[in-house]
């Protein structure tokens, strides 16, 4: 067996998350309808694309940057039962579909 072989096997196996916080777990696309249907304005967006584009760091210069993206769209889901609800069961399907049998996740 090739060591490629044994790397890919190794990503097979199921997974456990033990820190994911659902507020950088929500969909791109989740974000995007919340925002359009309760009219809030995220930047000019108006497009998945764009939201994705205004929320993703690639090359992050400190943690003030990266933590920035949350103060765009956290008020989408801020006091939102159901929002919030939609966002876990949401995460759950993300999870599942990466292979993850058991994660422990946080809001906050």
């Known amino acids: ?3 490629s072989s044994a790397a890919a096997d190794e990503f097979n196996f199921p997974k456990i998350e033990l820190h994911l916080h659902l507020d950088g777990a929500v969909r791109h696309s989740t974000i995007f309808e919340l925002a359009k249907k309760k009219k809030i304005d995220l930047h000019g967006a108006k497009s998945v694309e764009d939201v994705k ?11 003030a940057k990266v933590l920035a993206a949350f103060d765009i769209f956290i008020p989408v889901i801020k006091n939102d039962a159901s929002a919030l609800e939609r966002i876990a069961y949401e995460t759950c399907e ?12 946080r809001y906050r």
């Open 1 to 3: 067996m090739g060591s």
């Open 53 to 63: 584009k205004l929320l993703v760091t690639h090359q992050p210069a400190n943690l």
């Open 94 to 105: 993300d999870q599942s579909k990466a292979g993850v049998i058991y994660f422990e996740g």
